[in-house]
Each structure stands twice: as C-alpha cells, then as structure tokens.
C-alpha cells in the first residue's frame, strides 16, 4: 500500500544514514597522505570518527574518490561504535537515501520502505512468515532448529522470504539497491535466533538462556541480503528468552521509557505481551492469549487482512447482524476484533448467557451443527466461498478462556507492583488487533479493564513503528539499550489466587460485577 505519512522523530533528527559532502586537499609532493586516509581525516575533522571501510569495498571506494576528482559525497552508516562508510556518490544532485524496516513476526513479515531523509514511509507491504509449514507454534520451529541443517532451513526460507518481497517493492517504487543503505529489525527472541542462524534450543527449557541478546551492527550481505552492496544492518536487542526485541522497539515507539505517568502497552501477536512502567520502571509478562484474538480459535477465523470480518452489531429486537469487512465485499471469516463485537453484541441481545452459552430466545440465526447449536453471523450470499461463516458455543467457549487469560495477565502484572487499573494514564494495544479493537466492545465483554475509553489508543505494529523511527534517529540506540536494561521479566506463577482470578473472567463480563460498573447486564 502506498503512504506519504512523516515518522516522528522523538529526540532529534539525526538519521541512522548521513549524506556528507567532502571536498578533499589534492595531494602534493608535500601531502602525501594515502587516499584512504585522507578521507577518513577530512571526514574526522567534520565531527564523524572513527570511520569504517570494508576491506573488500576499499578499491572501488578509491576508484570513485579519484573518478569524481576529489569532490563528492560520502553515504556514511552509523554503526553504534563508529561511522561505516557505504558509498561515495556524486557531489550534487538528488540522491535520496532509503532503508528498511522489518517487523519479524512469528506469522507475518511486514516490511517497510522508508525515505530516510524524508522521514516518508514509500511503500509498506506484509508477506506470510514461510516457516509456518514447520509450525505455527515457534515451539516446534525451535525443536526443528535443534539441527544444523534444521536452522539453516529456517533461516534461509526467512532471508528468502524478506529479500523476495524487498526486492518487488524497491521495483515497484523505482528504487535502486545502492540507494538502499540500512535495514532495521525486530523480532521476539526465538525469530532473532532463526534471523541471525543462532541455536534456540536453550531458550524453551530451564533455565531459558538465549544464545545472544544483542547483536553486532553489520553489513546486510553479511547476513545474506546480497542484493544490498552498501547497507548495514541492524537488529534489536532481546532482554531474555519471553522478551524480544519488538517489544523493546514497542516500548521506545509508544514511550513508556519516557513517560512520567504510568502506562501500559498490550502487543497482540502470536502471544500477548504485556509491559507496564514509567521512565523510572518497566515490568513485563507473556501469556498465550494472542491466538484467540487474532480470531485463531474459530473455524472461520483470520488476521484482520482483506476478507475479515472486524465490525459486528446486532439488532436487538430480531437478533440480525450487521457486519463490517475489511477491504471486500464478501467475508472470508473474522478476525478477533470482530469476534470481539460479536461476543459482545450477543451478550447485549440476550443472545448469549454471563457462561457464554446460547439463550432459548428464538432467533433466525440460530443453526443445529455436529458441534452443537451455532450462530450464523454471515449467510452463504455473503461469503466468497458461499458457505455460512458459524460461530459455535464450543468457538465462544474456547475465546472466553483466552479474554480471560487477557484480564488475568493485566490484573496480575498491575498487583505484582501494586497498581490499580486506575492508576494507568494510558494502556496502548499494539498489533493488527490494536488497529481494530473497540475498547468500548472489548469492556464489555471483560477481556480489558472498565476505564474512560480514551485511556486506551491503538498503536498498529509498534515493533515495526520502533524499527521506522531508529532509522530516522539513530540517537534512539541509547534509548534502546536503556530500555532492555530496564525491563524486569515477572513470571505469572501457576497458583490458587491466579487460578481463581482466571475463572471468574471466563464470565461475561466476569463473575464480579463491582469490576465492570459501566457493563449493563440484560
């Protein structure tokens, strides 16, 4: 999709990637200094040292120094500890400097294509993560990766897979790959092992000890992505093996670290990943919500892409939906925001019980299945594949279970530091889910807390937002490892009172009401 929307820049507008002019002395019998050495020294005396040459670049660096008579511009990458030089281009003209950001998600790979110096987002794209065929669980992905060759196989599918869908944008948009000079990523920690072809084996048993938690800026064909002969690399720490790098990029891209107040951010992925702090602390936890509400529990359920069902209402009187869809005219299934609605609606028509089972209200919607009885939210007119789209008591069943995993996970992590729900300024929801929540919905239902609305804010893919912004100013590397330094993992223990908590939010909205007051029960 095409966007021409700025990336906010939170401390200065110091890009990761720096266009400097550089007009050097001819030499003379009397300055003899080596090519090399005389750039490195001009570029020194303009405030950006150490500087960098690969070895392998070092010819054809010198070959343009003299070809462009001593007068041009040198494309130079910031790599934490020193200044990388990537390229050396004309002295004038248009030349615009470009980078990736990429969100590595456990199913899906978002990209984006971003005009640094314009801080313009170009193009921005999602493909399927293809290690799925080894499992939509990363926990069978690390088993397969207990093997050499089993790594290598994911590894190479995800660089694959990253540099395919890369190299069809930059044709797209008419970008050359020397304009491309930096690639900026995030993933949970198992997807930073596939990416960087480290052993997580360690990682999903005790003492759950990651391989690396940072990792060297390097140049892109390093790892790979040969196709980019001048950028460098660079990929987000993780803090341990439950928290990864796109949460670390989250937290910097909805500035819990730099809030006085304390705030919440809510990343629902693959898991739910919970972080709670201020610039003083941040907490954070994981449970394993997110399938249910990416609409993953149900027959019929999908992310929230083209075809997803996202909007439900129902009409009171005669139980009829009315349903919105995400970019098409005919569903393809729902998505867990629109499972959400639906849960909620239901409960409002007197449709569904506090349990979650069907009334006996009669209603036209109402089907008889191998599963039992089950609700018709879109009728075969409406679907692209012309078969009704059902959602079933044992479907509601198994969702109340993960929004009460939700409530649990956010009751439990505000008690370990002492904090009522009211005590949080602002709770950001992160992820495609984030982008298509209701909170009003959500409340209903009991999966968030009862709060004034507009303490909850949609935030979209803060892991690929965190990425953006990095590229833009590279003096947010400070603020990340300040960041990963500052979250402490809390463990959800397994005990009487989570267990009791857990149950009663299997209710709608709960089994005490005094939690939700602005919830009317029908």
Not at 21 to 45: E, H, I
Not at 74 to 85: N, P, R
Request: aromatic content about 6%.
């Amino acid at each position: 999709m095409n966007q021409s929307c700025d990336i906010a820049v939170k401390v200065e507008n110091r890009p990761f990637v720096e266009l400097v002019p550089v007009k050097l002395p001819a030499p003379s019998l009397g300055d003899n200094t080596a090519d090399l050495d005389r750039l490195t020294r001009t570029l020194s005396q303009s405030g950006f040292s150490p500087v960098r040459l690969a070895p392998g670049r070092m010819d054809e660096v010198v070959r343009k120094i003299r070809a462009l008579g001593l007068s041009f511009r040198t494309v130079l990458g910031y790599a934490a500890t020193h200044w990388e030089i990537l390229d050396v281009v004309e002295a004038s003209g248009d030349r615009p400097l470009f980078g990736f950001a990429v969100d590595l998600g456990s199913t899906t790979l978002v990209l984006r294509l971003i005009d640094i110096l314009r801080r313009k987002i170009v193009e921005e794209t999602a493909v399927k993560n293809p290690q799925v065929k080894w499992g939509e669980d990363i926990l069978s992905r690390i088993l397969f990766a207990r093997s050499r060759e089993g790594l290598g196989e994911l590894r190479a599918c995800l660089i694959e897979a990253c540099s395919k869908a890369m190299e069809k944008m930059m044709k797209d948009c008419g970008v050359a790959a020397r304009s491309v000079h930096a690639l900026c990523c995030a993933g949970n920690t198992a997807m930073s092992h596939f990416f960087w072809g480290l052993d997580p084996s360690n990682i999903c048993r005790e003492p759950y000890i990651p391989a690396a938690n940072t990792f060297p800026t390097v140049h892109a064909s390093e790892l790979g992505f040969d196709f980019l002969p001048a950028s460098l690399l660079y990929l987000f720490p993780n803090v341990g093996a439950y928290v990864g790098g796109d949460i670390v990029s989250g937290v910097v891209a909805a500035d819990l670290n730099r809030s006085e107040q304390t705030r919440m951010l809510i990343d629902v992925g693959t898991n739910a990943e919970v972080v709670v702090g201020n610039r003083q602390w941040l907490l954070a936890c994981a449970g394993a919500a997110g399938p249910a509400l990416e609409g993953g529990v149900v027959e019929r359920g999908m992310q929230a892409v083209s075809g997803a069902i996202d909007r439900v209402r129902i009409d009171r009187q005669t139980g009829e939906p009315d349903f919105g869809v995400v970019g098409s005219a005919k569903a393809a299934g729902i998505c867990g925001s629109g499972l959400i609605e639906l849960v909620a609606e239901m409960f409002s028509s007197k449709i569904l019980t506090i349990q979650g089972k069907f009334t006996e209200l009669p209603c036209s919607r109402f089907r008889d299945t191998p599963d039992g009885r089950a609700y018709a939210l879109a009728l075969s007119s409406q679907t692209v594949d012309g078969q009704e789209i059902l959602v079933s008591e044992i479907d509601i069943g198994v969702f109340l279970k993960s929004k009460a995993a939700m409530y649990t996970i956010l009751s439990v992590i505000c008690r370990k530091v002492g904090l009522n729900f009211a005590d949080l300024e602002k709770i950001y929801i992160a992820g495609a889910f984030g982008n298509h929540i209701d909170p009003e919905m959500a409340v209903r239902i009991g999966m968030i807390p009862d709060l004034p609305l507009d303490t909850y804010h949609g935030v979209g893919n803060s892991s690929l937002s965190g990425a953006s912004m990095l590229l833009c100013d590279r003096t947010l590397l400070t603020e990340v490892e300040t960041v990963r330094n500052m979250i402490t993992y809390v463990e959800l223990n397994v005990n009487v009172e989570l267990i009791n908590e857990f149950r009663g939010a299997q209710f709608i909205p709960h089994t005490d009401p005094r939690l939700f007051p602005s919830v009317q029960s029908p």
